[in-house]
């Protein structure tokens, strides 16, 4: 049993940022990678990033690229998405999951264990 929590969510202005945690706890050796998704009201889930703990690659979705980044800290059980540029598009509640998936996918059925959520709310 894996357990998520995210935090870090808040409200910023257009271009500032954040930086959204994901501390892991259970058996999370059995995970492969971790995805960041997003879903804004009245929207579908969207996949953000993925990060494999086996050996660090990373996706990103189009819409992120270049602006986000993720990264972990093994010591701490911890994965962060940190968030740059963001715009109003950007508002919805935050997830992330756990996959035994060994390539990048951002399909959210493959994804086992999930975190509550942190809402980012993106607005001037």
């Known amino acids: 049993q894996v357990h998520l929590v995210e935090s870090g969510g808040g409200l910023v202005q257009p271009g500032g940022s954040l930086r959204l945690s994901c501390a892991a706890s259970g058996y999370t050796l059995d995970a492969y990678a971790i995805g960041w998704f997003r879903q804004a009201p009245g929207k579908e889930r969207e996949g953000v990033s993925w990060?494999?703990?086996?050996?660090?690659?990373?996706y990103y979705a189009d819409s992120v690229k270049g602006r986000f980044t993720v990264s972990r800290d093994n010591a701490k059980n911890t994965v962060y998405l940190q968030m740059n540029g963001l715009k109003p598009e950007d508002t919805a509640v935050y997830y992330c999951?756990?996959?035994?998936?060994?390539?990048?996918?951002?399909?959210?059925?493959?994804?086992?264990?999930w975190g509550q959520g942190t809402q980012v709310t993106v607005s001037s």
């Open positions: 990060l494999s703990l086996d050996d660090g690659k990373t």
């Open positions: 999951a756990t996959t035994k998936i060994t390539i990048a996918t951002m399909s959210s059925f493959l994804y086992d264990y």
